[in-house]
């Protein structure tokens, strides 16, 4: 009963869809549990929707509506907030530190205005550290390149708001340059945008590129011919591309790419990125200085460095309670989890989606404040609720509930629709339906002006 009398503290790592659902859910699990604290860590100062980010990189939408200020997201509510990054966690002393400013951390936030102010000013590598009674591990994942060489350094990835930026001002910076040069193989060179990987995110990426590239730029830029100088590619090793969908909706989603001026490489592996070349099977070579990798993701590299059981892509393995399997006060969930269904026909790990994160935070909300009061731990079953890709022009294709096929104009609704969801699980409905009526009503001029 004394042990009940103390404070609880219950560390989340990771404010991203799993981290930032599993506080809202303790949240109205706990309300009326004393003496409980609940802290959220991320190295960000925001939350964000990556399933746009393609969008905010092809300028279709303005980053500001996919991210969400955490402190705003948890003003009043008893959750709180530290930004920093997360570079220790102790297991056996249930303690994890953190740093803020640090030069030496490679991941350490930066602010603009950090670099306009006199550097002195700042607290520099403040580092904090936080005792824990459960630990929720939800730091996501990075992207995998395979081992390709050049792919870490000669590729774009999709891995932030700010790298999503950057992108975006890098298409513009080579419409730039082709505008300003009468050689028309280094115009083609700058202007030849490969995509890499085919599947849900690569697919609507090209879609966006594509658009932004012909409907938007090149009408801009006078000196550049879309037909004549720019080339959209998206290359795939597997044969098809959206891999995970049913081969009716892929063959309306090849259909509708095939109408558009883009090339579609399947069953080409990528062999090496140089700053101004990529090599395709070993053999072909594409003069190119913009690959944009779109191709997978493998687990986070500190939690892959944990003493816990993990899979061979570096997952941490949960039971069905989604506790890690060697330290039952530690959980883990979305990217970081390898849970493992009880189906039959299934032998593979959930995937590292935001549906199956969103999912496992309610189970381990609940866990924890079941375990907390010594009751019978729930087991945590994934609903598969479907899969939705927008393929531009408000077109797209989906799968709900694993049994309905939709495609065209409804397909796409329903991929927005997934955005509400979203929004209405972490926020207030009036925001939600705000942001989600604006993002749904922009079109490109908008984006258009955004740019510029
Ligand atoms: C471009 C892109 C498109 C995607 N599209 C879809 C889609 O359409 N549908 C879908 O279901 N899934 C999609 N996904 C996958 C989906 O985003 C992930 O599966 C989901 O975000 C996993 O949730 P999570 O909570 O495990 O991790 P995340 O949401 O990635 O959150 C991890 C958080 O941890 C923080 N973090 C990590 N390391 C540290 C550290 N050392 N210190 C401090 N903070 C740290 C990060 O800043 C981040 O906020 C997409 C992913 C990407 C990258």
Redesign the pocket.
């Known amino acids: 009963m004394e042990e009940r009398q103390k404070q609880l503290n219950i560390l989340i790592?990771?404010?991203?869809?799993?981290?930032?659902c599993t506080a809202k859910y303790l949240l109205k699990l706990t309300r009326k549990i004393p003496n409980i604290k609940i802290t959220i860590?991320?190295?960000?100062t925001y939350?964000?929707f990556?399933?746009?980010?393609?969008e905010v990189a092809t300028a279709s939408i303005h980053s500001d509506h996919i991210k969400r200020p955490l402190r705003m997201l948890f003003n009043k509510e008893n959750v709180e907030f530290h930004q920093?990054?997360?570079?220790k966690v102790d297991l056996k002393n249930q303690t994890v530190e953190?740093c803020t400013n640090c030069s030496k951390c490679d991941?350490s936030p930066k602010y603009d205005l950090y670099t306009y102010i006199n550097t002195p000013d700042f607290v520099s590598e403040r580092r904090q550290a936080f005792q824990y009674n459960y630990l929720v591990l939800?730091?996501?994942?990075q992207?995998d390149f395979f081992g390709i060489t050049g792919a870490d350094k000669y590729s774009y990835t999709?891995?932030?708001i700010k790298s999503s930026e950057d992108i975006k001002a890098r298409i513009l910076e080579c419409f730039e340059l082709a505008n300003h040069t009468n050689n028309l193989q280094l115009k083609k060179e700058l202007l030849t945008f490969i995509v890499i990987g085919a599947g849900?995110?690569g697919t609507?990426y090209i879609v966006e590129l594509y658009d932004l590239c012909k409907n938007v730029l090149a009408k801009d830029f006078e000196f550049v011919n879309f037909d004549r100088d720019c080339r959209i590619i998206l290359v795939e090793a597997k044969d098809q591309i959206l891999p995970n969908m049913d081969p009716y909706l892929v063959k309306y989603a090849m259909k509708h790419l095939q109408g558009m001026k883009i090339e579609i490489m399947t069953s080409t592996r990528v062999t090496k990125i140089t700053d101004c070349n990529i090599e395709l099977n070993g053999k072909i070579s594409i003069p190119t200085h913009n690959v944009l990798w779109?191709a997978g993701?493998k687990a986070?590299n500190?939690v892959a460095s944990l003493p816990l059981s993990k899979n061979s892509d570096g997952r941490v393995k949960v039971n069905s309670f989604l506790q890690t399997t060697d330290k039952p006060e530690v959980f883990a969930?979305?990217?970081?989890?390898c849970f493992m269904p009880k189906e039959k026909e299934r032998e593979s790990p959930l995937?590292?989606?935001?549906?199956?994160?969103v999912q496992e935070?309610k189970a381990v909300a609940m866990n924890i404040v079941k375990h907390f009061s010594g009751e019978k731990l729930h087991h945590f079953k994934y609903v598969f609720l479907g899969?939705?890709?927008s393929l531009g022009e408000r077109k797209g294709v989906a799968n709900l509930v694993g049994k309905f096929e939709l495609k065209g104009f409804s397909a796409w609704f329903s991929w927005k629709l997934?955005y509400l969801r979203h929004l209405l699980i972490i926020e207030k409905l009036t925001h939600a339906l705000w942001d989600w009526s604006f993002d749904l009503l922009y079109n490109r001029q908008m984006a258009r002006f955004k740019l510029h």
């Open positions: 790592l990771g404010a991203g869809f799993g981290g930032i860590i991320d190295r960000n939350h964000f990556t399933p746009l980010l393609h920093g990054e997360i570079n953190i991941n939800a730091m996501g994942s992207p999709l891995s932030s849900a995110t609507e779109a993701v986070n500190l969930l979305g990217d970081n989890a995937m590292q989606t935001a549906q199956v994160a935070s899969s939705t890709v997934t």
